[in-house]
């Protein structure tokens, strides 16, 4: 509950969080800043320079696009139950849970996709594929690379 905020407020009231980020760079670096460390033990500059961290702010900044990467959460929260819920879906899916990131345990994921590959990653948080690419890429590679056998 202590962390878990900012997704109460990107998933209820996504558009209102957008128009004060889109309208305040102070802000988005803010809200940027402490989503990327919320709940982490590690500094943040441990992770990222400074000027990583700048380039990410502005690139939400100058193309406004903060709306967008948030609204999913809204999405998730509001989408409408399924006809065939409780059922899971048939598309091989794979988990990559990261140890900066929420806990995720394997037995949620096999209730809820067709989990065919679960790695705990080593290292890595929330954007993964910023943070440890390699990492992130080669999981990729190995779960698609499965299908070519």
Do not use: C
Not at 49 to 64: A, G, P, Q, R, S
Not at 99 to 111: C, I, K, M, N, T
């Amino acid at each position: 509950m202590e962390e878990g905020a900012f997704n109460m407020v990107q998933s209820t009231r996504p558009q209102s969080l957008a128009y004060g980020l889109n309208d305040s760079p102070v802000g988005l670096a803010a809200w940027i800043l402490s989503f990327m460390n919320a709940g982490v033990s590690i500094d943040l500059e441990e992770r990222f320079t400074k000027d990583e961290l700048l380039t990410n702010i502005m690139i939400y900044w100058v193309t406004e696009t903060i709306n967008s990467s948030i609204r999913i959460y809204y999405e998730m929260a509001h989408a409408m139950p399924s006809p065939n819920r409780g059922q899971r879906s048939k598309v091989p899916a794979a988990v990559a849970h990261m140890p900066l990131d929420a806990p995720l345990p394997r037995e949620w994921a096999e209730r809820n996709v067709n989990l065919k590959r679960f790695t705990g990653m080593p290292r890595g948080g929330h954007f993964s594929a910023w943070e440890v690419p390699e990492l992130y890429a080669k999981d990729l590679q190995e779960f698609f690379g499965e299908f070519r056998k």
